[in-house]
T-cell receptor, first 112, second 113 residues
Framework: AQSVTQPDIHITVSEGASLELRCNYS??????LFWYVQSPGQGLQLLLK??????LVQGIKGFEAEFKRSQSSFNLRKPSVHWSDAAEYFC??????????FGTGTRLKVLA | NAGVTQTPKFRVLKTGQSMTLLCAQD?????MYWYRQDPGMGLRLIHY???????AKGEVPDGYNVSRLKKQNFLLGLESAAPSQTSVYFC????????????FGPGTRLTVL
C-alpha cells in the first residue's frame, strides 16, 4: 500500500541551527516526492520535488532534500534555520496517477 | 496572475444547511482537487477532476458533491452539512505532467454547528 510517514509531529530548533525533517514512504516503483510548507492560515506552497535524476534536490528558501531509495526516505534539510521558517511541513507522494498522498505534517518551531 | 483562489474564506453553517465552495484557477491547469485538512490527519482528498466535465471520488467523498463545468472552476457542494464536516478546505490545481507539483488556494475555514 502507498503511504507517507512523517515521524516527528513537532520539532523545535534554535535560529541558525541546522534542520532535518524526516519523511518515509511506501511505494512499489519510483515515486514522485514533494515537500510543501504551510504558514499559519495559509495554503500549501511547494518547496521542492523529486521524480528522477540527481537524488539531492534544491528548492526554494534554501531548502534541499535527499532521496534515498534504500531507506525509502526523502528528508528535508536546511543548514541554517531562520525564524521565518516556523511553519508546518508536509511530505507528499505522487503515485503516477492523478492522486497524491500527504503525510500528517511536522510543525517546526524556531527559538530566537 | 492570481493563481488559485477560493471563495469564501470563512463560513459558519447550521446542521442541515447547504453551501457551495468555489475554486478558481487562472493557470490553465487540467487537474483540480479538493482536500480537507483536519488536525493530525494531514490532507485528505475529497474529489478531483482531470478535465472539464469530469470528476472522480477521492479518499473521503461522502457528503460532498463537485462539478467542473468550466476548466478554470471547480465547485464543492455540501448538500446537508454535518458537524463532522467542520474543517479547512483546500483547492489545488496542477499541470498534466506527472512530476508537476500542486498549486494550492488559501483555504476555506468551515464550521458546522
Amino acid at each position: 500500500a502507498q503511504s507517507v510517514t512523517q515521524p516527528d509531529i513537532h520539532i523545535t530548533v534554535s535560529e541558525g541551527a541546522s534542520l532535518e525533517l524526516r519523511c518515509n514512504y511506501s511505494y512499489g516503483a519510483t515515486p514522485y516526492l514533494f515537500w510543501y510548507v504551510q504558514s499559519p492560515g495559509q495554503g500549501l506552497q511547494l518547496l521542492l520535488k523529486y521524480f528522477s535524476g540527481d537524488t539531492l534536490v534544491q528548492g526554494i528558501k534554501g531548502f534541499e532534500a535527499e532521496f534515498k531509495r534504500s531507506q525509502s526516505s526523502f528528508n528535508l534539510r536546511k543548514p541554517s534555520v531562520h525564524w521565518s521558517d516556523a511553519a508546518e511541513y508536509f511530505c507528499a507522494l505522487g503515485s503516477g496517477t492523478y492522486k497524491y498522498i500527504f503525510g500528517t505534517g511536522t510543525r517546526l518551531k524556531v527559538l530566537a | 496572475n492570481a493563481g488559485v483562489t477560493q471563495t469564501p474564506k470563512f463560513r459558519v453553517l447550521k446542521t442541515g444547511q447547504s453551501m457551495t465552495l468555489l475554486c478558481a484557477q487562472d493557470m490553465n491547469h487540467e487537474y483540480m482537487y479538493w482536500y480537507r485538512q483536519d488536525p493530525g490527519m494531514g490532507l485528505r482528498l475529497i474529489h478531483y477532476s482531470v478535465g472539464e466535465g469530469t470528476t472522480a471520488k477521492g479518499e473521503v467523498p461522502d457528503g460532498y458533491n463537485v462539478s467542473r463545468l468550466k476548466k478554470q472552476n471547480f465547485l464543492l457542494g455540501l448538500e446537508s452539512a454535518a458537524p463532522s464536516q467542520t474543517s479547512v478546505y483546500f483547492c489545488a490545481s496542477r499541470q498534466t505532467s506527472g512530476g508537476a507539483g500542486q498549486f494550492f488556494g488559501p483555504g476555506t475555514r468551515l464550521t458546522v454547528l
